[in-house]
């Protein structure tokens, strides 16, 4: 996203721009898995798209895309999972009731213990007003940046219990305070949103209105500055090529891009941040069913369990009277997949997805799943934070050096986002413009 937007964006103000994609494919970690009739069946990577997050929706609607809602009508009820049971989220209950809590936070209530122990961060990020400014990130949150949100929680002693209630789901445990509040910022659940049709259309469309070459199945392997150019060494059809340019938009993974050589060697700054970096493991296996069986019960077909992993249901007009089941791991669980021969997998896949919708197994009529820390353009699912991080690496993300400029969800604020990917690139293409390049 963050490569095609760039191009884009060169392309409207006259520079001529070529992409230079290793896989067969554009979009990255945008890609909507399809079964055997060509329909989509589920989003490997990007699964929802926020309204809160205006720069990623403005390239939707800019391409003619159209949103609908990810979660199906408020009258299905999203589930948790929690110590082996069932625990639904419909109007009157309360989470708290799925654990044994002291009597303290039992008294709050799962909405209580929300705004006491995390929204009261998100109201000192917000009275900062440094968000999306030079100012980001404030010295005066510095200590929201210390530890990981479970030692954090800890810290302000709230129990075990209520710490496993706030980090259901795909939740990214080795983030700190300070990241989650402004991932809370702009999460609305009623506002999220899958593009018609899958999102992929939407790399594929801005694809589709570039006019320079994309030189697919073309992977880089070294990239070489000099007064006048920059080359970059690919590898296409098995033979080493070199291409030419003014100037180079790197949008690759941090956790590919130690594998290219570069002359002169990157900067020690940024050697150090690739060292550090850290990318999550994710893991997506999905089933289209038969039947929305689990629409009998009033139950969504989405569910957050404690196990680092989310069930999702996406609702796709051409499922028809069919449905999904998708089950989203990250975390050591989703390494372990990794070890599991396909076969293995899915069948543990589904093993998870009947403990929490019994009888799925016997409606599932196709199947689709995804590695990203498998995938060698990828190697994780995204770049994350860890506590320190954000003031660490402060200015020292993106930015450029000599002609090649760096971009991609990993140099910005909203990270693993397409927000984020997204805004990079427009400022790395904003950048290179302003060069000259
Ligand atoms: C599991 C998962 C869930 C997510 N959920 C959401 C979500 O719900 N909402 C949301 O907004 N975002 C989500 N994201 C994040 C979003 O997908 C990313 O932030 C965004 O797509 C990243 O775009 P990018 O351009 O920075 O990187 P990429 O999409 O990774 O693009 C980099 C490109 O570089 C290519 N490349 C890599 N190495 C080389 C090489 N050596 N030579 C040539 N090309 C190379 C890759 O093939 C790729 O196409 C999710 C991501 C994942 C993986």
Redesign the pocket.
Known sequence: ???LVAALELEHVGHEVTI????DRV????HTQRGRDGSPIAEA?????PRS?PW?LDYISRMGLALHPLYPPPELTNLAFVDGRRCPLGPGADLADAVALPANERALGYAGIVKTYLLDNVDRLLATGAIDTPAWPPEQLADLDRLSVPDYLAGRGLSQAAIKLLTLGAFPTAISPLLLSRVLIHYDREGLSIIEGGNDNLPKAIAAQLRGNILLG???VAVTQFPDRVEVTVISDGRTMTLAADALIC???YS?LP??AFEPALSLSRQQILSEMRYVD?A?VAFRMRSRFWEAEHLSGFAQLDTGAEIWSPQWPSNGHRGVLQLYQQGDRAAAMDAMSEPDRVRWAIERIEQVFPGAERHVEECVSYS?QLDP??RG??GIPCPGDIFKWKGRLAGHEGRVHFA???TSEYP??????VRSGHRAASDVNEAGG
Do not use: F
């Open positions: 996203m963050s490569g230079i994609e290793a896989r979009g990255g970690r945008v990577g990007a699964g929802r798209i997050h990623a073309t992977p880089v949008t690759i993974p590919v594998t290219i994710v997506k990203w353009w990828a699912a995204y991609g969800e990993h693993a986002w397409i927000e984020g990917a």
